[in-house]
């Protein structure tokens, strides 16, 4: 499971780690951070593709997001049996803690009432 967590995350902290640094040009030193770099990728990619290149980091931020939700399908239903035990002990916590509050409600009583 790990694996599969760091297959998952390592893409996507370089990808936008190079894309918002390239973006607002810090590049250090670094040719592969510069701005000028960062037009040519997606102006390549908007060519091979044959759309706008402005539209690209949006896409790929909504694959990101629907990659994040089947990596954490595949989580939860590999943890099914966890996440359901933990959600009946929730549940029967909460039913406690209900019957509790509703013997104290009304709190205690003095001996002058």
């Not at 499971?1 to 250090?28: C, E, H, K």
């Not at 030193?29 to 593709?49: A, K, P, T």
């Not at 694959?63 to 943890?79: E, P, T």
Request: glycine letters at 8%; charged letters at 20%; a positive charge.
């Amino acid at each position: 499971m790990r694996a599969l967590l760091l297959l998952w995350i390592t893409p996507l902290v370089l990808f936008w780690g190079w894309y918002f640094l390239s973006l607002n040009d810090m590049n250090f030193g670094y040719v592969m951070l510069s701005r000028q770099l960062h037009d040519l990728v997606f102006q390549l990619y908007g060519e091979i593709l044959g759309i706008d290149p402005a539209i690209i980091p949006g896409m790929v931020a909504r694959a990101c997001v629907f990659d994040s939700f089947l990596v954490a399908g595949i989580i939860a239903f590999r943890r099914r049996k966890k996440i359901a035990a933990w959600w009946h002990g929730r549940a029967a916590a909460q039913d406690s803690t209900k019957r509790v509050s509703s013997v104290l409600e009304g709190g205690p009583r003095l001996p002058a009432e």
